[in-house]
């Protein structure tokens, strides 16, 4: 039996001559996804920013009446609230910061909470509170704090092992391309407003790593042929290279694709943003290891003798002894 080739052995697709547009569109997309995080903001879960984060459902209705709660809410003097839809236009989560001196005061946290749900289930009869999350400011900014300490230093990390696994200009490709994928991905939850928390933070590390993975793969065709084909043309080397190792990053970013689609529209809303990072994530990589990664070999000078040993003078004349001998 014949196996499944979803790219052909002889296939050769000319990449690197997009490799300006394609370079001009990431730049692009970063910079929208600085502005968006830096203007919309991560709706940030209770993880991140403490508080009492109340998960509501709307079941007689189609849409949660987001304007009347705020006002209901806003009356009982507790601050403005964040009420923003949770899954489906009908379910809202609302999210609100712990009152002054409610972590010194017993009690004031669960007070308010059960406040804000008599209030809402009062004025809307039809409201089902689905639950109450609740994670005091101090444990909030430990967690900020240490989730972006693990962003930041598994992409150092990983720099620093391709750098020692091939040359330095290797690892500024594989750093540059990780940047590339997690500033994409945190747009995605800029533009979207999903709820970043520590499971999204887990879906940008393992994006972290299958960047890392594909990254790999073709940098070592990559130095492969370099020490092969000595007086190919860069450009065309990169191609070669890239061509003969999408079969297998096809293969498994469609595999891996079924199971996230799969998560994505069957499985519980509580995972939903987790698997639309993932997704995100998995295409961004793929592009970014054949169209970031790979062109920043060449902006960084890397030719086919950037792996030939540099001859020393006794080196040459021994060989030149040799030659004569």
């Not at 050769?12 to 569109?25: A, D, E, G, H, M």
């Not at 089902?128 to 900014?141: F, H, P, Y």
């Not at 290279?241 to 994505?264: G, K």
């Amino acid at each position: 039996m014949a196996l499944l080739k979803l790219v052909p052995d002889n296939t050769n697709i000319k990449f690197l001559r997009w490799q300006w547009p394609t370079t001009i569109i990431s730049l692009a997309l970063m910079i929208g996804s600085f502005v968006l995080m830096f203007t919309n903001g991560l709706n940030f879960g209770v993880d991140f920013v403490g508080g009492e984060m109340i998960r509501v459902t709307f079941t007689q209705s189609k849409e949660a009446p987001v304007p009347a709660l705020r006002t209901e809410i806003e009356h009982l003097g507790y601050g403005e609230p964040i009420i923003q839809t949770f899954g489906a236009p009908n379910a809202i989560s609302v999210r609100m910061r712990l009152p002054e001196g409610a972590e010194r005061a017993e009690g004031a946290a669960e007070a308010m909470t059960k406040r804000i749900s008599e209030t809402i289930k009062a004025a809307h009869s039809d409201a089902r509170i689905d639950g109450v999350d609740s994670v005091s400011g101090k444990v909030s900014g430990e967690l900020g704090w240490t989730a972006f300490k693990a962003l930041g230093f598994a992409c150092i990390a990983i720099s620093i092992f391709i750098w020692f696994r091939f040359e330095w200009q290797f690892g500024v490709g594989a750093m540059i391309s990780l940047v590339h994928d997690v500033v994409l991905t945190l747009g995605l939850f800029a533009l979207t407003q999903m709820e970043f928390d520590l499971t999204i933070v887990a879906a940008v590390l393992t994006v972290i790593g299958y960047s890392l993975n594909d990254t790999i793969v073709v940098y070592d065709r990559i130095r492969e042929n370099l020490k092969k084909y000595r007086k190919m043309p860069m450009e065309e080397l990169l191609d070669l290279s890239v061509n003969e190792t999408l079969h297998r990053t096809v293969m498994t970013s469609v595999t891996i694709l079924i199971a996230l689609f799969a998560l994505l529209l069957l499985g519980p809303k509580v995972i939903f943003g987790f698997s639309a990072a993932l997704i995100l994530g998995l295409f961004v990589a793929t592009y970014s290891s054949i169209y970031a990664a790979a062109p920043m070999l060449i902006w960084l000078n890397v030719s086919s003798k950037s792996f030939v040993p540099v001859e020393s003078e006794m080196d040459r004349q021994e060989r030149l002894a040799r030659e004569r001998g």
